[in-house]
């Protein structure tokens, strides 16, 4: 029997997937994919709780699979799929709908922050949404969720349901908990270090997409806001130098070093020379997955056999937990 623990976790392809996307989620996927049973997935049923252009949507969970590939998940070891083929996401998503207060939900940062930026489209997938991801979630019975510090709310709302349902029926669904990388768990704005770097800001200078070509992200690194000190010095300091705070952050993620060794190799030198150096450290680190993924979204018979497969393996592993919770709840079996 496999003894494996489960890993699950899931992006929206709602924009092109950035640098904060692959520091804070995948990088960590990716990791860990031979130790763990993985389940990964294009979440387009919640790209739409915000207004999507249909072919664009299609594109982008297509080319977020050709991504998840190329940064080293291989089809064969993890089980990679789209979210809307798998129907008992929809179905165990209404079930925790009704086990999913008012209250929590109302106080969940993503609602709040993309109800201000979408205010002529607040609907209500966009605030039940926490339910539909706790679903997701629970439908693999998974031990770790590797995802960003941004949705560790929804995971420890995940929780309180599971622990909610649990509580009533027995033990139906497994409690699992976040997995949050150490460096990398939120990447800021190149363009403003107080914002999260985000694939849907309007503003494509603060983002680092990873189809990106190298002499842009070149610029991008360039222009980063740094700070307004005279100081220009590269020294860790999130609260009073945010901008270089995070150009650390990233440099650190994708070179290994820590701070200190970050801090001893641009002694004396300024942000003339640091900022070009984290550039150059992202496009190596870009370059193979931006190669790979080019490849292979240019194989759609490829593409098409991966996404199949996985929902036909994920199907199976829901749908157990589905019946599980139809049962238990007191609905009539077919
Ligand atoms: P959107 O702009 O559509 O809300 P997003 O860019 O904020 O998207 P998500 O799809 O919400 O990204 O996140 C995908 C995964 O990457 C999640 O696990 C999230 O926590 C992580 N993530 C997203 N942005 C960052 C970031 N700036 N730093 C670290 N992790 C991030
Ligand atoms: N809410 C996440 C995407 C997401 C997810 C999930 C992550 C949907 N379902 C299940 C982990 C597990 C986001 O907006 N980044």
């Known amino acids: 029997m496999d003894e494996k623990k489960v890993m699950l976790s899931g992006i929206q392809p709602s924009g092109d997937l950035t640098l904060g996307s692959y520091l804070g989620a995948i990088k960590n996927w990716a990791e860990r994919a031979e130790s763990f049973d993985c389940y990964y997935f294009m979440a387009d049923m919640h790209s739409i709780t915000v207004r999507q252009d249909p072919a664009a949507l299609r594109r982008r969970t297509l080319e977020q699979l050709a991504q998840y590939i190329a940064c080293g998940l291989?089809?064969?070891?993890?089980t990679l799929f789209i979210q809307s083929h798998v129907h008992q996401h929809a179905e165990l998503g209404w079930v925790l709908n009704c086990y999913t207060m008012f209250g929590e939900l109302s106080r969940m940062t993503q609602f709040k922050d993309k109800s201000a930026k979408n205010k002529d489209n607040i609907n209500g997938g966009l605030f039940t949404y926490p339910a539909l991801m706790a679903a997701d979630i629970l439908l693999y019975q998974p031990d770790y969720v590797p995802v960003g510090e941004d949705q560790k709310q929804h995971c420890e709302l995940t929780r309180d349901v599971a622990q909610r349902f649990?509580?009533?029926?027995?033990?139906?669904?497994?409690?699992?908990?976040?997995?949050?990388?150490?460096?990398?768990?939120?990447?800021?704005?190149?363009?403003?270090?107080?914002?999260?770097?985000?694939?849907?800001?309007k503003d494509p200078?603060?983002?680092i997409y990873l189809m990106e070509k190298p002499e842009d992200i070149q610029r991008k690194f360039k222009r980063a806001v740094t700070d307004s000190d005279t100081e220009n010095c590269v020294r860790y300091d999130p609260v009073n130098k945010p901008g270089v705070a995070n150009l650390m952050a990233i440099y650190a993620a994708v070179t290994g070093k820590s701070f200190?060794?970050?801090?001893?190799?641009?002694?004396?030198?300024?942000?003339?020379?640091?900022?070009?150096?984290?550039?150059?450290?992202?496009?190596?680190?870009?370059?193979?997955?931006?190669?790979?993924?080019?490849?292979?979204?240019?194989?759609?018979?490829?593409?098409?056999?991966?996404?199949?497969?996985?929902?036909?393996?994920?199907?199976y592993v829901a749908e157990k937990t589905l019946r599980k919770v139809y049962k238990k709840i007191g609905f009539v079996a077919r």
Do not use: W
């Open 166 to 201: 649990n509580g009533i029926y027995g033990d139906v669904f497994k409690v699992p908990e976040p997995y949050i990388p150490k460096v990398g768990a939120r990447i800021m704005s190149l363009s403003d270090p107080l914002s999260k770097m985000s694939k849907s800001d």
């Open 205 to 207: 200078a603060g983002s």
């Open 74 to 78: 291989d089809p064969e070891k993890n």
């Open 260 to 315: 200190d060794e970050i801090e001893a190799e641009f002694a004396g030198q300024g942000y003339g020379k640091f900022k070009p150096a984290v550039g150059e450290a992202v496009v190596e680190t870009l370059r193979p997955i931006r190669e790979e993924a080019s490849r292979i979204m240019s194989d759609k018979a490829y593409l098409e056999s991966v996404y199949r497969a996985g929902a036909e393996r994920a199907s």
